[in-house]
């Protein structure tokens, strides 16, 4: 069974910081793309960024270009957001998703989430 | 960017009603869409993928249609388990990009 659980969200001020993990569990992770999508609280879903199986190709929405590092660690089956110049509206839970295979970008397996808050 | 419009943003049934939901895409994107449902307090799960394929384990109650532009999510007896939250998705092109989402409530 696939298991995704995410860690080290917080808050944090304005302009700071912050490293997202998730540690995948129940498949071949180096078989696998992988990406981040948010949800503002009572908001709806939008997609983050994205990382090939390999970690070679990485996609990211707009927003968060130039902002936000997805990488990926796969001799220890774990997924990374890093976060810097961080900003109010990126406030939000954050879910580590699966990729499901064949070129179809569906995300088919989801984390709890972890609750990332940016406030001073 | 290619834009995602859900209908209606919520619907009140019954207990054994036919549910539809409507997404529209801003442009033609094949059968490049997803269907999510999630609860309160809870992660989405994936239900359909590819427009109409049921991913494993989603009752058969669900359904999906459609392609290019106009896409529909059907629940054919809807149950208790089923008053949720569902988003479209499509998987075209980045940016990946979501629907608002429709809220099914009890009538």
């Known amino acids: 069974e696939v298991d995704l659980l995410e860690s080290g969200g917080g808050l944090v001020q304005p302009g700071g910081s912050l490293r997202l993990s998730c540690a995948a569990s129940?498949?071949?992770?180096?078989?696998?793309?992988m990406s981040w999508v948010r949800q503002a609280p009572g908001k709806g879903l939008e997609w983050v960024s994205a990382?090939?199986?390999?970690?070679?190709?990485?996609f990211y929405i707009d927003s968060v270009k130039g902002r936000f590092t997805i990488s990926r660690e796969n001799s220890k089956n774990t997924l990374y957001l890093q976060m810097n110049s961080l900003r109010a509206e990126d406030t939000a839970i954050y879910y580590c998703?699966?990729?499901?295979?064949?070129?179809?970008?569906?995300?088919?397996?989801w984390g709890q989430g972890i609750l990332v808050t940016v406030s001073s | 960017d290619i834009q995602m419009t859900q209908s209606p943003s919520s619907v009140s049934a019954s207990v054994g009603d036919r549910v539809t939901i409507t997404c529209r895409a801003s442009q033609a994107i094949s059968t490049w869409l997803a269907w999510y449902q999630q609860k309160p307090g809870k992660a989405p799960t994936l239900l359909i993928y590819?427009?109409?394929n049921l991913q494993s384990g989603v009752p058969s109650r669900f359904s999906g249609s459609g392609s290019e532009t106009d896409f529909t999510l059907t629940i054919s007896s809807l149950q208790p388990e089923d008053f949720a939250t569902y988003y479209c998705?499509?998987?075209?092109?980045?940016?990946?990009?979501f629907g608002g989402g429709t809220r099914v409530e009890s009538k």
């Open positions: 998703t699966k990729v499901g295979r064949g070129g179809n970008m569906r995300f088919e397996s």
């Open positions: 990382i090939t199986s390999s970690g070679t190709s990485t």
């Open positions: 129940g498949f071949t992770f180096s078989t696998d793309g």
């Open positions: 998705q499509q998987a075209n092109s980045f940016p990946v990009t």
């Open positions: 590819a427009a109409s």
